[in-house]
Each structure stands twice: as structure tokens, then as C-alpha cells.
């Protein structure tokens, strides 16, 4: 079966440069999560969209934006990238039902910040 | 996250031991959900629970969603050296926004 793709898997960055991370959701899932894992640290809701609106908005830093695309995958645009984004950055999609649907995760990107 | 506590914070056990793993919140579930993560790599999603009362199998592992929908508990049984990870709950307390519990990393022993 489909799962939802992330790339790239790895990436190496420097402090103040950008990174863009992409997530492909399964196909027919129209709502795509974003979630940053720091080392050791729980997953923390970055944002997520909904046939293309951004439909919530978790604590995600003013150097980073996110948007979806009319194919329902999204980016995550991340500039002046400090120390402190060093993470694994998760996508994760679901159908809309009724309610918060059933979410799938992809694998994830690591992102190092050096 | 708050919202969420899980508990133990850690667990090990011995290979073919029996173990549960608690999830606790303050408010009203709309969606629970249970996820594996093995060390460093992606979540793996394990069952979602939305009735209060619902259970669910699969193979060794059993969720069930207490009838207030406010905790949730994953119990292994039998538990394999492929069980360890961390194990994380996670749930929508209303709107749109999504919470993970505080994790519980499982070591099982050989």
C-alpha cells in the first residue's frame, strides 16, 4: 500500500541558510500534518493544511512556512536556519471525516543544523 | 506535552513478560491514537480508539479507550525484543490540533 513519502530523507545545513522539506501524502488523504521532533523530545505540531488552506497552527517558528499544493502534497520552508532546528521532522496525512481522522506518518526527515 | 501523560516513563522487561502502558488526559478524547517509534526512525502508527469502551487487538498488542474517554491503555502481552520502542499515545482534545503523550520507552530483555 501507499504510505506517505518524505524527502529527502537526510539533509546537512548551515546556520543561516533554508531548507525545504517536501511531503507526499497518501493518495486521496487531503489533510497533511507537520510535526517537529527535537533529540529526545516528543513530536510538537508545527501545522497543518486542508485541501490547500493551512487549517491550524501549532508552534512553528516566523522563519519557517508551509504550504500545500493543488496535487495535496505540502513543503516546509525553513530559513535562517539556527542550531536549534536540528530535528526530525515528520509529515503525516489523513482523510477529513467527521472529526480528526486517522493519521499516517512518514518516515521523516533529519535535519542537521551545523 | 501535558495535555497527554503516559506512564510508566520507562519500562523493562523480560522477553515473554506481560506489560501495560497508560494514557491519561484531563479533558475529553475525541481520537485516540497509539504509535511505536524505534529509536531515531519514523512513527509507526499501532490502532486508533474513538468509543468509549472500545477495544482493539492486533497480534500481541490490545488497546482499550475507557468509557469516559479519558484514558487509554496498550497492554502487551508476551512481550519480544521487537516490542522495544518508544511508545507514544496521541489524540485531538477538539479543534484541530493534535497532542502527543509524553512517550514510554519499552526495553524488553532476551
Known amino acids: 500500500a501507499a504510505g506517505v513519502i518524505q524527502s529527502p530523507r537526510h539533509l546537512i545545513k548551515e546556520k543561516r541558510e533554508t531548507a525545504t522539506l517536501k511531503c507526499y501524502p497518501i493518495p486521496r488523504h487531503d489533510t497533511v500534518y507537520w510535526y517537529q521532533q527535537g533529540p529526545g523530545q516528543d513530536p510538537q505540531f508545527l501545522i497543518s493544511f486542508y485541501e490547500k488552506m493551512q487549517s491550524d497552527k501549532g508552534s512553528i517558528p516566523d522563519r519557517f512556512s508551509a504550504q500545500q499544493f493543488s496535487d495535496y502534497h505540502s513543503e516546509l520552508n525553513m530559513s535562517s536556519l539556527e542550531l536549534g532546528d536540528s530535528a526530525l521532522y515528520f509529515c503525516?496525512?489523513?482523510?477529513?471525516?467527521?472529526?480528526?481522522?486517522?493519521?499516517?506518518f512518514g518516515p521523516g526527515t533529519r535535519l542537521t543544523v551545523l | 506535552s501535558q495535555e497527554l501523560e503516559q506512564s510508566p516513563q520507562s519500562l523493562i522487561v523480560q522477553e515473554g513478560k506481560n506489560l501495560t502502558i497508560n494514557c491519561t488526559s484531563s479533558k475529553t478524547l475525541y481520537g485516540l491514537y497509539w504509535y511505536k517509534q524505534k529509536y531515531g526512525e519514523g512513527l509507526i502508527f499501532l490502532m486508533m480508539?474513538?468509543?468509549?469502551?472500545e477495544e482493539k487487538s492486533h497480534e500481541k498488542i490490545t488497546a482499550k479507550l475507557d468509557e469516559k474517554k479519558q484514558q487509554s491503555s496498550l497492554h502487551i502481552t508476551a512481550s519480544q525484543p521487537s516490542h522495544a520502542g518508544i511508545y507514544l499515545c496521541g489524540a485531538s482534545l477538539g479543534g484541530n490540533q493534535f497532542y502527543f503523550g509524553t512517550g514510554t520507552s519499552l526495553t524488553v530483555i532476551p
Open positions: 503525516a496525512s489523513s482523510p477529513r471525516t467527521s472529526g480528526l481522522g486517522e493519521q499516517f
Open positions: 480508539l474513538q468509543k468509549g469502551g
